[in-house]
Nanobody, 117 residues
Framework: QGQLVESGGGLVQAGGSLRLTCTGS???????????VGWYRQVPGKQREFIAS???????NYRDPVNGRFTISRDNARKTVYLQMNSLRPEDTAIYYC????????WGKGTQVNVSP
């Protein structure tokens, strides 16, 4: 059924922006489109935490620490979900992952985001 693959991380100064991409390139459209896709992040030594999701009908959900700064969106034709991250803070530094919220698949490698003070 394929895996969701993350990309787009990097190093940015506090206050800057990054856009992460989650792609189900090996999925057929009928598999990807119904998925509620979530973004998660993990700091070494801590549990992975949910930060945002988008359902098949484009309803979005955000955790408080990122609400108003991050925007999740999806392009079903490209089988891709985006996470636009603005006003980044050093505490946003983490490995970011995406996955199916309702039926999680094996976790990918994630993409590293580093925010310098």
């Amino acid at each position: 059924q394929g895996q969701l693959v993350e990309s787009g991380g990097g190093l940015v100064q506090a206050g800057g922006s990054l856009r992460l991409t989650c792609t189900g390139s090996r999925m057929i459209t009928s598999v990807f489109n119904p998925i509620t896709v979530g973004w998660y992040r993990q700091v070494p030594g801590k549990q992975r935490e949910f930060i945002a999701s988008i359902s098949s009908d484009f309803r979005t959900n955000y955790r408080d620490p990122v609400n108003g700064r991050f925007t999740i969106s999806r392009d079903n034709a490209r089988k891709t979900v985006y996470l636009q991250m603005n006003s980044l803070r050093p505490e946003d530094t983490a490995i970011y992952y995406c996955n199916d919220v309702l039926a999680p698949r094996s976790w990918g490698k994630g993409t590293q985001v580093n925010v310098s003070p």
